[in-house]
């Protein structure tokens, strides 16, 4: 494995791993509480823990193809998706509800098997949705993206003392500002980041 594409499957084992970690801390009276939006706190780890569930699946569904040239394309391309699915928060819910009785368990066993599919995947190219093809080196970072910015969602939701990895901080920081570029959105970001004026309320470059 080339070694930007070890660094990216390192970065996402720490991320992954601190998810883990952070659900294992949520109190049960926590779970029915507020989540993020529409979402209660059990939908938003579920949703979350799909970052898990989506290298698993997609590890087993090889392309000859590449069509998303980057983890900025990628979100790039979703953007349009996102705004055509209604149904993502149902999925959010149900994800939520698969996590079962015990759900620090379920994605303590979900990080268990999405480790054990990583090792020895190499580099492969992979479907993910709308059967789009990806490098898995490239898709790594935007479930190191959706773990990140989902997990200070989940410390804000519940006040737990939590400190997300640097690396998974720094990398979706950087994949932020690149999706920002890529989508139109550099105008409005750079001003906001370099302390010369806010972002609209809602503002979100995906």
Not at 117 to 133: F, Q, S
Not at 175 to 198: K, Y
């Amino acid at each position: 494995m080339a070694s930007d594409a070890a660094r990216d499957h390192s970065v996402f084992v720490s991320a992954a791993t601190a998810f883990a970690d952070l659900v294992a801390l949520i109190p049960a009276p926590a779970w029915d509480g507020p989540g993020l939006g529409d979402w209660d706190l059990r939908a938003l780890v579920g949703h979350t823990s799909r970052s898990l569930i989506t290298v698993s699946s997609y590890l087993r569904t090889p392309v000859d193809r590449e069509d998303v040239t980057g983890p900025a394309h990628y979100y790039a391309l979703m953007r349009a998706y996102a705004a055509n699915s209604p149904d993502i928060v149902e999925r959010g819910r149900e994800a939520g509800r698969n996590l079962g009785a015990d759900p620090a368990a379920k994605v303590a066993d979900l990080l268990r098997q999405v480790l054990a599919d990583l090792d020895g995947a190499g580099d492969p190219l992979i479907a993910v949705i709308g059967g789009l093809g990806i490098r898995l080196s490239n898709y790594l970072p935007t479930r190191v993206f959706e773990l990140t910015v989902h997990g200070l969602d989940i410390v804000r939701a519940t006040g737990i003392d939590f400190t997300l990895p640097d690396g998974a901080l720094r990398d979706a920081t950087v994949l932020a500002a690149q999706i920002a570029a890529l989508t139109g959105q550099a105008a409005a970001v750079l001003p906001a980041l370099t302390g010369r004026g806010g972002l609209p309320a809602g503002f979100s470059v995906v």
